[in-house]
């Protein structure tokens, strides 16, 4: 069956180190996205691709990147993490087109030591 | 861009209840209102959605309801159960690509 998943599914961290969480599709989604989940904010977007070596900001991108070099993977990289980044992480894909829905993965919980 | 709101960000119902939660959305393009059900230490998963020229919308014991004019939408759930406690988030879209989430509502059910 196809799927969108999500590795690790745990990570700790030191500040200052880089880290890269993966994120894998087989569904041939065009769209893919990375979003942060935090109490009090709920999900805000990271970095959003509308398909290979397309990739665009969301609303908190900063510290974030990602690249897409085929249509299933889009990996996540804090370049240097810092305590702030603390949180769970959920990558996010849709097919082309209008109005959609949202196939999450199954989430990674990310702690900057 | 747009700027979903949430309310309330925690609900308590007795089982059987109703419960109700509401969102407003500032730009009047989008066109696109799904709901997501997430249970603890899941992954979100889409229950319902509404799309602009559609006022409501059932599904067994859930159900959306869309202002356009006010630009505010809402999810029903009737006859509560222990297994709807879950956070529940609303999202609209404007371009059919980029959804925006409001802040979450974590419903408890009692038994």
């Known amino acids: 069956d196809a799927e969108i998943t999500q590795s690790p599914r745990h990570k700790i961290t030191e500040t200052g180190r880089q880290v890269t969480l993966a994120c894998h599709q087989t569904?041939?989604?065009?769209?893919m996205f990375w979003y942060r989940q935090d109490l009090g904010h709920g999900l805000r977007l990271i970095h959003y691709s509308y398909g290979v070596q397309d990739t665009n900001k969301g609303e908190v991108s900063d510290g974030y990147s990602v690249s897409r070099s085929n249509t299933e993977d889009l990996p996540l990289t804090l370049e240097s993490a810092a305590s702030s980044q603390t949180s769970v992480y959920f990558c996010?894909?849709?097919?082309?087109?209008?109005?959609?829905?949202?196939?999450f993965g199954s989430g990674t919980q990310l702690s900057v030591l | 861009g747009e700027n979903v709101e949430q309310h309330p960000s925690t609900l308590s119902v007795q089982e059987g209840d109703s419960a109700v939660i509401k969102c407003t959305y500032s730009d009047s393009a989008s066109n696109y209102f799904p709901w997501y059900k997430q249970e603890l230490g899941k992954r979100p998963q889409l229950i319902i959605d509404i799309r602009s020229n559609v006022g409501e919308k059932k599904d067994q014991r859930i159900a959306v309801t869309l202002n356009k004019t006010a630009k505010h939408f809402s999810l029903h759930i009737t006859e509560t159960q222990p297994e709807d406690s879950a956070v529940y988030f609303c999202?609209?879209?404007?371009?059919?690509?980029?959804?925006?989430f409001g802040t979450g509502t974590s419903l408890t059910v009692i038994p």
């Open positions: 569904w041939n989604h065009n769209n």
């Open positions: 996010a894909s849709s097919p082309l087109g209008s109005n959609e829905k949202l196939f």
């Open positions: 999202a609209a879209t404007n371009t059919g690509n980029q959804f925006y």
